[in-house]
């Protein structure tokens, strides 16, 4: 399993924010490239980078960061948050970012993933932000009628390779992952998963390394490595 530290940016600085809302934002950080090197040095192999700026307008907003971030380290990085086009994602590739994370675009227009999923098979993730069992979209400023599990098995089908899963009533607020909306997902698909949204402590990393066998391939964490909460050394020697 691996440990992917979220670096969320927001301006160009480094922030977290609670259940995704744009007004409970903590700043960490004015240098994000030198986040991204601390984690680098402490033994991460993937960063997970997210633009809120972009997420939320629908236009990646970040890329001159993204892209200093991406060649500062010699760790791949995934990154989303404001990608629509097919351009965007190739700017982000050749800008060297190793995997993109799509939202909702995906959820307006499967035969967009079609589509790119024929370029860049490899190199793109769906990220299925919940509330509830259900999508959100834009940000999460909406949610959307469509069920998680449905439309994961519906991504399989189209020939999706990595899922992210997020429960935004979790993210930030350090009260562990949704094991319950996790495991449903894990018995409804084949694509493995990164978990996102609650993980606050090394029990919470092992009990989802102990899901492994079951699909999950990864976890993200960003409040908690921040805040102290988890040592991100410990957590990776557990993985």
Known sequence: MIIFPAIDIQGGKVVRLIQGKFDAVTEYSHDPVSIAQQWQEMGAEWLHLVDLDGAKTGKIQNLDVIKRVASSVDIPVQMGGGI????????????????VILGTKVLDDTTFLVDVLSSWTDKIAVSLDCTN???????WTSTSDVKATEFAKELELLGLKCLIYTDIARDGMLTGPNYEELKNMLDATNIPIIA??????????????????????GAITGKA?????????EALAVC
């Open 84 to 99: 629509r086009t097919k351009e965007d994602i190739a700017q982000l590739i050749e800008g060297g970012v190793s995997r």
């Open 133 to 139: 069992g259900f999508v959100a979209r834009h940000g």
């Open 196 to 217: 996102s949204g609650g993980i606050a402590s090394l029990d919470d990393i092992k009990r989802l390394k102990s899901l492994e066998d079951r699909g999950i391939m």
């Open 225 to 233: 490595i921040y805040e102290g909460k988890l040592d991100l050394k």
